[in-house]
């Protein structure tokens, strides 16, 4: 019992050593994006940066399927291993170069590596959890997510300013070696272990299930929790755009724009740890639609009282929500998704979500589709409010016909 409870204890710690490296590897390419959005708008002006974040959007979205079949199909740890290679070949080429015409060039297959490594990640996490439960493992990646989106601008900004975009670029490749020795040891230690590194130890909720179609649409119960997700997705992106005006309007300065950025990502630091305990973590759909009812409240907050000191209170509620509406999310793919498809579902997923940021990046966009910044976001929070309650109601009432459902099924059997 006790050499048992040990090797546990031993897993858990690796679970979260693990978490830490991915941490590295997160800071790496935050930094490098952030970098490259700098160089950029220096070297070609707004169409670099537009091309750019085209580039780290469209190619994950045409390759989903193809990125699903793949990490599902296939060895899972060489894959990982091998994606991880090419992620660090691409940065080393970059900074080598550094040119931005060839780091514009090298961006797509950067990103599709970029999915390729989460989808794995996520397929794994149930294999290396320990002794956490899997809303809690997955918790700590989204808590890595958000202090990455903390640190890495500040640093990147610091190194772009000191030594120039090629430092930025070489430390997002020692960032993905890292998570690359790391996977090399990941794999050596669940073969000896007798787990074998590509074999699933957790069982398929949902059994078999054939190697087409959308992983994240065929349980009734996730499409309804994809109406939140998606439109949580869109409206935080526009809020993002039209924010900069907005919000550096009534700050007067970058420095407090920045403090409530910062309080939004602290907030999402507290959500997500929030959303690996035992009561949200047995219940994928509540901290889903809590979370998003939280983000969709500060956002129409934001737009309708533009005083920044109080909007810095409500930040840390959204970003709160937010973490906390992020671990749902994963927690309900492998909820309602079978192991199997694990891989499939993280690349739709990601296709979801860059698709829903590319309209909202149009929609935010003051004059282009709908009018001034803060209409927008009044706009934005309101809708996803109205998403919110929609989705609630569907998901409560499809929880009754399903009840409703095995109860007569129970009635005419007896």
């Known amino acids: 019992m006790r050499a048992e409870e040990g090797g546990q204890v031993q897993s858990s710690v690796r679970c979260v050593l693990f978490c830490v490296v991915a941490l590295l590897s997160m800071l790496g390419e935050g930094m490098a994006v952030f970098a490259l959005t700098l160089e950029s708008a220096d070297q070609l002006g707004s169409w670099g940066v537009t091309a750019l974040f085209l580039a780290g959007l469209v190619p994950p979205i045409l390759a ?37 015409f060839a780091s514009l060039a090298l961006m797509p297959v950067a990103s599709i590596c ?32 958000s202090l990455a989106g903390i640190i890495a601008p500040a640093i990147a900004s610091l190194v772009f300013a000191k030594a120039g975009i090629g430092a930025v670029l070489w ?35 949902g059994g078999p299930v054939s190697p087409g179609g959308a992983a994240l649409t065929r349980n ?33 300065n970058d420095t407090g724009y920045a403090v409530l950025l910062g309080a939004w990502s602290v907030g999402a630091v507290f959500g997500s740890l929030l959303g690996g305990n035992r009561r949200f973590g047995t219940r994928s759909a509540l901290p889903i639609l809590l979370g998003g009812g939280l983000v969709g409240a500060a956002i129409l907050t934001e737009g309708l009282w533009s005083n920044a000191a109080g909007l810095a209170l409500v930040f840390l509620a959204g970003g709160l929500g937010n973490g906390l509406h992020n671990t749902g999310v994963r927690t309900a793919i492998y909820e309602y998704v079978p192991e199997s498809r694990h891989g499939a579902a993280w690349a739709q997923l990601r296709m979801l979500i860059n698709i829903m940021v590319a309209l909202g990046y149009l929609i935010g966009t003051p004059g282009l589709l ?9 706009i934005s929070g309101a809708a996803t409010l109205l998403v919110i309650v929609v989705s609630a109601a569907l998901y409560i009432w499809k929880a009754q016909a399903r009840v409703h459902g095995r109860t007569s099924a129970t009635e005419s059997r007896g």
């Open 64 to 100: 989903a399927p193809a990125i699903g079949r793949w990490v599902d199909g296939a060895a899972l740890f060489r894959v990982w291993i091998l994606n991880l290679c090419v992620h660090v070949a691409i940065f080393a080429v970059m900074a080598i170069a550094s040119n931005i």
């Open 114 to 145: 970029a999915v390729v490594n989460g989808a794995v990640i996520f397929k794994i996490i149930p294999r290396i959890r320990g002794g956490f439960s899997i809303a809690r493992a997955s918790s700590f990646l989204v808590v890595a997510t």
């Open 171 to 205: 430390y997002a490749a020692a960032g993905f070696l890292a998570l690359a020795l790391a996977a090399i040891f990941l794999s050596r230690s669940q073969a000896a272990n007798g787990k074998g590194a590509d074999a699933g130890n957790e069982p398929d909720p």
């Open 220 to 252: 009734p119960q996730l499409r309804i929790l994809l109406l939140p997700v998606a439109a949580i997705v869109l409206f935080t992106a526009a809020e993002g755009v039209s924010g900069v005006f907005y919000l550096r309007g009534i700050t007067d």
């Open 370 to 378: 709908v009018g001034p910044a803060r209409a927008i976001i009044v």
